[in-house]
């Protein structure tokens, strides 16, 4: 199996066509179905499906595909790491965010990076936390920003901030809080909550307060699209429980409001996530201590609410 072979293929599987990979790749069409043949043969297996309106990838080829993204990324990154200068950081560095940390930290995270490393080019991946751990692990992204459940031993992971999640409503909503010292988890509870699903960091630990207090949730509407969550609070069809960085912009608009949950304090621990394994590039370590020091920024200026900076050794 050879490099070339990989990159001929996911090529293929970008493009969706033997005939447009070919032109891109600048190699004749039969030769660059001979290559897959062989790729194949070796695995003993069909990667690709071939119809007259494409090529797409079988579900052996699907699988076979995220490896060599990944095998592809970490070969560019160790050509990188021995081109690169340590006092002038250069290259692409990959880095996932969660959906619903993206609003807050993204765009301010860019920004830094173009002024202090003007070098880099900074891969900004918004995905759901379960499908970043699985890029991360595979070595297609750099870093990742996680929230910390007990289970990121696997990654070398550094704390950035605590985020305490508040009951959040359309401004003048049905579901409001009537008093100005927030509302009971048993009133918040009352409502119709948009929550995401079991799979999402946030939902256990409601599900675990709400226990904890003899109480259970009855009413949810599960949403995992913080797009769709959004329309659903604006709507006035529920509330949620959340931290404020996915609605950040609502909230500067005043069509939301926020109250913190009387005698309770529900919060969630993000992490900046590297693999053990795979070493970072100069400009991988770059881009790892601006996300720190961008994060904190935010915080500390009162741009990313209601969060607290957590020491580091």
């Known amino acids: 199996m050879e490099l070339r072979q990989l990159r001929y293929f996911v090529a293929i599987v970008d493009h969706g066509s033997l005939s447009r990979a070919a032109r ?47 095998i592809l990324k970490q070969v ?12 002038k950081p250069s290259g692409t560095v990959a880095l996932g965010i969660p959906q619903s940390v993206s609003n807050a930290l993204a765009l301010p995270l860019l920004n830094a990076v173009r002024s202090t490393y003007p070098e880099i080019t900074l891969q900004l991946t918004e995905e759901l936390t379960g499908n970043l751990v699985t890029q991360l692990k595979s070595g297609r992204i750099n870093l990742a920003v996680l929230f910390d459940d007990g289970q990121l031993s696997s990654f070398a992971a550094t704390p950035m901030i ?65 797009a769709i969550l959004k329309s659903a609070i604006l709507a006035d069809i529920g509330a949620t429980i959340l931290p404020v960085a996915p609605l950040l912009a609502e909230f ?29 590039t100069t400009a991988a370590a770059a881009v790892e201590q601006l996300v720190l020091d ?16 957590l020491g580091r050794e």
């Not at 039969?30 to 797409?56: C, F, K, N, Y």
């Not at 560019?76 to 006092?87: F, H, K, L, N």
């Not at 961008?294 to 607290?308: I, P």
Request: overall charge neutral; hydrophobic content about 40%.
């Open 162 to 226: 605590e985020e305490e999640m508040l009951y959040i409503t359309r401004a003048k909503s049905q579901y409001g809080a009537t008093g100005k010292r927030g509302v009971t988890l048993a009133r918040a509870i009352q409502a119709p909550l948009i929550l995401p699903g079991l799979a999402h960091g946030v939902r256990p630990r409601i599900e675990n307060l709400v226990r904890a207090n003899g109480m259970s949730l009855e009413h949810v509407i599960e949403i995992n699209s913080v």
């Open 76 to 87: 560019q990154d160790a050509r990188q790491a021995v081109a690169q200068s340590t006092d």
């Open 294 to 309: 961008v994060t904190d920024e935010l915080c500390r200026s009162g741009k990313w609410g209601h969060t607290e900076v």
């Open 252 to 280: 500067e608009r005043g069509e939301m409001v926020a109250h913190s949950i009387a005698g309770q304090r529900i919060s969630r621990t993000l992490v900046l996530c590297a693999s053990k394994n795979i070493p970072l």
């Open 24 to 70: 891109v790749l600048h190699i004749a069409q039969p030769a660059l179905t001979q290559q897959i043949r062989q790729l194949e043969d070796e695995l003993a297996a069909q990667l690709l499906h071939r119809s007259a309106q494409g090529v797409i990838a079988t579900d052996p080829g699907k699988l076979f595909y995220e490896h060599a993204l990944a």
